[in-house]
């Protein structure tokens, strides 16, 4: 029998790798510290609990990098893609779940796996010199402990940017006769009918007075040890955009395009939309409406929003920090700490940004430890998929000097070749589609089958 492979953190990323090292035939011991220990954003002690949206953005494998990169991991095996395809809730073009049926399915699955022993306990500090074979998974809410261990063995000295939580609103107090369901240009996506989103409209006069509320109303104050903190800019609370232009948000989180009022005819000045949260549909989470407004003021100001005067809030928004390392400085390429190679990274903590990314980390960090385990040198992702270009970006292919959390994207990946006879590169939705094609043979190439085998 292998000796086991030690996995700190049972979010997203831990429980993904745990999953793919016990696929692999290797023994697994899972660290979670919930409910022993809890956390700023954790509302249970589930393995794999969403702590922010339910969404896990596009699904769209043709067009979009993280609808790939969805596609790459149900190829791969993936335990959250299976989860989530599981508990699919209508959400236009986007993956979006039943959060607690998404979690409790993840666990389950965990659970019933006999080669994974689960460990409720905190890992204070830095792991046992006699773990040969760690993977650190504790995501942006890494204990202080832990988090004051990692400085040490890294020579960092700031670990931590503030991450915004969205509020969620019963559907039933929402006034549907101002609000309407549509998706953007009626978008069918999974599970969906293309009037997947309620919309809430502002008019001018609406929006301006909405904007004024939010720059002026008060906010979670820092702790002094928190000032300063960065935010990660893609995931920034709605005031704080507020307060960067008065139209920021028309154009951004509240932009009206695709979207037509039924009552009117017309497209509104602005829109809030509120996107299904749980598979019954009783809850829906505003979108991109992250915030650090104290509790009364949430509840006072978003209620200014027409269709949402009277709401009734399941969960207000809050704010939390997270952590994460400068991994293109820090590790090497396959996570590993090049201070300590007994330890490799994964998840949030990596300096990825998203569920599926923190995830797909996660996969990748497994594949490799369990590769080792089973004595075989771990087999690297192709640059030109999805996971290739998330680890490459990761453990090298960005700056130091500027490293900031990131989503996977086009831009991480290489350039496709120009056609033969063609004056120049695909652009527009060719190359989106020339790099998607690519990416999925590679990846089939690199898991040794064809597409038509796996059907």
């Known amino acids: 029998m292998f000796k086991p492979v030690h996995v700190i953190g049972g979010g997203l990323a831990g429980s993904e790798a745990a999953w793919q090292l016990a696929r692999a035939g290797v023994p697994v011991i899972l660290h979670e510290m919930r409910p022993i220990r809890g956390t700023d954003a954790h509302l249970t002690d589930s393995l794999a609990e969403l702590v922010c949206s339910n969404s896990f953005r596009s699904d769209d494998a043709a067009n979009n990098a993280v609808g790939l990169l969805h596609e790459e991991m149900r190829r791969c095996g993936s335990l959250i893609l299976r989860a989530a395809d599981a508990h699919k809730v209508p959400a236009g073009g986007a993956l979006a779940v039943d959060r607690h049926g998404f979690s409790g399915a993840a666990q389950a699955a965990i659970e019933a796996e006999p080669l994974i022993e689960i460990r409720r306990e905190e890992i ?22 832990l988090s004051q261990a990692i400085l040490e063995l890294s020579g960092e000295s700031n670990l931590a940017f503030f991450d915004a939580i969205a509020p ?7 006034d549907m006769n101002i609000a309407w369901f549509q998706s953007r240009y009626d978008k069918v996506g999974p599970e969906g009918d293309g009037a997947d989103y309620i919309n809430c409209p502002l008019d001018r006069d609406g929006y301006y007075a909405f904007i004024d509320a939010l720059i002026a109303g008060e906010k979670t104050s820092f702790k002094e040890w928190e000032k300063d903190t960065p935010y990660f800019d893609g995931c920034l609370p709605i005031e704080v955009m507020a307060e960067r232009g008065r139209d920021t948000l028309a154009f951004g989180p509240m ?4 979207l037509t009022d039924p009552r009117t005819g017309r497209r509104p000045h602005a829109v809030v939309q509120l996107r299904q949260d749980n598979a019954l549909g009783t809850l829906f989470n505003i979108v991109g409406f992250q915030t650090k407004l104290k509790h009364g003021e949430q509840t006072r100001i978003f209620r200014m929003i027409p269709g949402l005067q009277n709401a009734e809030f399941a969960r207000l928004g809050g704010l939390h920090r997270n952590t994460f390392i400068n991994s293109p400085r820090l590790l090497d390429g396959t996570f590993r700490l090049k201070a300590r190679p007994a330890l490799r990274f994964a998840g949030q903590i990596t300096g990825c940004e998203g569920y599926v990314e923190s995830a797909a980390v996660g996969l990748m960090a497994g594949r490799f430890a369990a590769a ?12 030109t998929t999805a996971l290739g270009a998330l680890l490459a970006h990761i453990t090298g292919g960005a700056d130091a000097a500027t490293y900031q959390p990131m989503n996977v994207n086009f831009g991480l990946f290489p350039d496709v070749p120009t056609p033969a006879g063609a004056k120049r590169p695909p652009r527009g939705k060719d190359k989106k589609l020339a790099i998607t094609s690519r990416a999925l043979a590679d990846l089939d190439a690199w898991l040794g089958v064809t597409r038509q085998a796996a059907e």
């Open 168 to 174: 969620i609103v019963h559907r039933d107090s929402i």
């Open 372 to 383: 080792e385990r089973l004595g075989a040198a771990p087999s690297l992702p192709p640059r």
């Open 124 to 145: 204070a500090g830095a792991p046992p010199q006699d773990w040969d074979s760690v993977i650190v998974a504790t995501g942006p809410l890494t204990s202080p402990s």
């Open 255 to 258: 932009k009206p395009v695709g």
